[in-house]
């Protein structure tokens, strides 16, 4: 891999640099089939702009060998880890959002096969008992005002009813690693089975939908998931990568639970500036789990919330700064938004400072965006910010996106995720995969 020949950089010549890149078609993976890149543990639960576990191994292969420790900050359904494990690398993955913690903790615990079919046969003789009581174990809950109306919203009450006793099954079960299983599934299958408009990514209700029976859907799943868990168990007891430690950790990305200088190697994709709309996407697990009670709180959690009055602005970047002046002209909020998203970012960086090794890698994998008709280069953006942090430019590289989960069609002003009927553009293309070293 050819590295960047150094230089002073400067905002120009950083954007001069990116205008110079062609795309490197080895790193598209264009060739990949969906159960390829779902393979072993990737295809437990969909997740908005996974990044291919190819692309992961390749970076881990490039930038690391066995034992190095490897982080990603941003670990959303936990590819990263999942990678780093196969590949006998230690690992530990951050993010604030709950049902990301919940799926990665999931996909990076391998089951013995034989003792999850027993499992599996349990629930389904427990849950097929039609007189069996929905004993929903978790007194404490109590449907708060707030959960119980949201649920009810979202839920005909038949199918909560049956949602219900398939979520006490689970509780009931003896083992921890076994429930995060089955609270995987279960989370899986809670869009199709509610009122949420199919292939909608906003929280948008269809009361005509026809909604499939929750136990014969979640048994469906499980099957799935079950193959793909056998599938992890065996590559990994190949590898003797059994116990290689791969620790998720629901926590914020400016505060990563590691020493200093411990790390080799971070892998990781950050969220875009409207990432609060991951809150929405993920509403109805942290409803049944009453993993918040406030939305809008849950919302001002996430980088890049729309919640961000009043909160100071340390960018670091002159191209950050000319983009968030073009911005005000036209939408003096939405340039609040991204001053206070690149000001985060910039605490991100410095938080991977700390923990990386001198001489260890940042891996950045980002795409541009638009908002309100102004291009937002996150990319050039965040080469600047971590050049005036100490770290050096080793390559930037273009990658072509032959397919995205997350959908690619936005609106050019809002910059939130649009019908393909609705949408002005399409958004991701391409995006970048950016690789600095500590110094």
């Not at 839920?155 to 076994?178: C, G």
């Not at 340390?314 to 998203?341: C, H, P, W």
């Not at 940042?362 to 908002?371: F, Q, S």
Request: hydrophobic share 40%; proline share 6%.
């Amino acid at each position: 891999m050819k590295a960047v020949v150094q230089e002073k950089w400067t905002a120009e010549s950083i954007l001069k640099h990116f205008e110079a890149l062609t795309p490197d078609p080895s790193w598209s993976f264009a060739g990949l089939t969906q159960r390829q890149t779902n393979y072993a543990t990737h295809g437990y639960h969909r997740y908005p702009a996974k990044f291919i576990p190819q692309l992961v191994a390749r970076l881990l292969s490039d930038f690391s060998a066995e034992g190095d420790l490897v982080v990603d900050p941003f670990m959303g359904s936990g590819t990263t880890l999942v990678e780093a494990k196969l590949n006998r690398r230690p690992s530990v993955g951050v993010d604030i959002n709950p049902v990301a913690h919940l799926v990665a903790k999931a996909k990076v615990t391998p089951i013995e096969p034989s003792r999850l079919e027993s499992a599996i046969a349990l629930l389904e003789k427990s849950l097929s008992n039609q007189e069996q009581p929905a004993l929903f174990i978790l007194r404490e809950r109590a449907d708060s005002d707030f959960c119980g109306q949201r649920l009810d919203y979202w839920f005909p009450s038949d199918v909560k009813s049956e949602l219900m006793r398939i979520h006490a099954a689970i509780e009931n079960l003896p083992d921890e690693d076994l429930r995060v299983f089955f609270r995987c599934a279960f989370s899986h299958i809670l869009k199709p089975c509610s009122w949420w408009l199919n292939r909608s990514v906003k929280p948008t209700r269809d009361l005509k939908k026809r909604i499939p029976p929750p136990i014969l859907t979640f048994f469906q799943h499980v099957r799935r998931m079950a193959s793909g868990n056998r599938q992890f168990w065996e590559l990994l007891r190949q590898k003797d990568a059994l116990d290689v430690p791969a620790k998720p950790y629901c926590a914020d990305a400016r505060q990563l639970p590691l020493t200093d200088s411990s790390a080799q190697l971070i892998i990781t994709s950050p969220p875009y500036v409207t990432s609060y709309e991951y809150a929405d996407l993920h509403q109805l697990t942290v409803l049944w789990y009453q993993a918040v009670t406030d939305l809008k709180e849950f919302r001002r959690q996430f980088i890049g919330t729309a919640s961000c009055n009043g909160k100071p602005v340390n960018m670091g970047s002159f191209i950050a700064e000319t983009i968030v002046a073009a911005l005000k002209g036209r939408d003096k909020k939405k340039a609040q938004e991204v001053a206070v998203y690149f000001t985060e970012m910039r605490e991100c960086f410095l938080e991977m400072w700390r923990v990386l090794k001198r001489g260890g890698y940042a891996c950045i994998v980002i795409g541009n965006t638009r908002l309100c008709g102004v291009e937002i280069l996150n990319a050039q953006v965040f080469v600047e910010q971590m050049l005036s942090l100490g770290f050096e430019l080793h390559q930037v590289i273009l990658r072509e996106i032959p397919s995205k989960i997350l959908p690619r069609t936005r609106d050019q002003k809002t910059g939130k995720f649009a019908k393909v009927t609705e949408a002005d553009f399409i958004a991701y293309p391409h995006e970048f995969i950016l690789v600095l070293r500590k110094l």
